[in-house]
T-cell receptor
Framework: GAVVSQHPSWVICKSGTSVKIECRSLDFQATTMFWYRQFPKQSLMLMATSNEGSKATYEQGVEKDKFLINHASLTLSTLTVTSAHPEDSSFYIC???????????FGPGTRLTVL | SQKIEQNSEALNIQEGKTATLTCNYTNYSPAYLQWYRQDPGRGPVFLLLIRENEKEKRKERLKVTFDTTLKQSLFHITASQPADSATYLCALDRGGGSGNTGKLIFGQGTTLQVKP
């Protein structure tokens, strides 16, 4: 099946710093990728849709200036959490859809801890 | 608003038995429904997709049913093994009957524990 990777797998940072998370499709091209966030004991919540060559679209309640998304190539999307605060601590997961019926392949996730 | 509900209580079964997980949805007419497996600290892994005109779908020991009248999907694992222990998520495309946005809404997941 299609493989999606993420880097880093975990990161700890100080409050106020910015963190960049990379999402790569390894064996296919993805014009669209998705970014989700998952808090402990909760399900995945869609944050934004990343479109290659155009602006990302954000879900209601997600601050676009705080969560910067760049999809500069068909195999790479990045999520930058700017001026991170402890409440941004979460598990961030990207995905890309493959096939006509939207089977989605997810990355392994990035655990962000903001101190 | 659109809502997906899965049994939040953990399901504990004995090895070799069939596990049955339930996914109910409201305010929604999906074109298809997906099931994923998620292990702790990992991203979800796609298992099965079933379309609205399919009553049942199978893949090895997995079986999914889809009842659009009841607005319910059942996910079965036959001959369960301890390695099947994980959280299972159902997901629907936000686009509903029109398809195909790729924007998934997930249920909260049901944790399955298979005891040897």
């Amino acid at each position: 099946g299609a493989v999606v990777s993420q880097h880093p797998s975990w990161v700890i940072c100080k409050s106020g710093t910015s963190v960049k998370i990379e999402c790569r499709s390894l064996d296919f091209q993805a014009t669209t990728m998705f970014w989700y966030r998952q808090f402990p004991k909760q399900s995945l919540m869609l944050m934004a849709t990343s479109n290659e060559g155009s602006k990302a679209t954000y879900e209601q309640g997600v601050e676009k200036d705080k969560f910067l998304i760049n999809h500069a190539s068909l195999t790479l999307s990045t999520l930058t959490v700017t001026s991170a605060h402890p409440e941004d601590s979460s598990f961030y997961i990207c995905s890309a859809r493959v096939g006509p019926f939207n089977e989605q392949f997810f990355g392994p996730g990035t655990r962000l801890t903001v101190l | 608003s659109q809502k997906i509900e899965q049994n939040s209580e953990a399901l504990n079964i004995q090895e070799g038995k069939t596990a049955t997980l339930t996914c109910n949805y409201t305010n929604y007419s999906p074109a298809y429904l997906q099931w994923y497996r998620q292990d702790p600290g990992r991203g979800p892994v796609f298992l099965l997709l079933i379309r609205e005109n399919e009553k049942e779908k199978r893949k090895e020991r997995l079986k999914v049913t889809f009842d659009t009248t009841l607005k319910q999907s059942l996910f079965h694992i036959t001959a369960s093994q301890p390695a099947d222990s994980a959280t299972y998520l159902c997901a629907l495309d936000r686009g509903g009957g029109s398809g195909n946005t790729g924007k998934l809404i997930f249920g909260q997941g049901t944790t399955l524990q298979v005891k040897p």
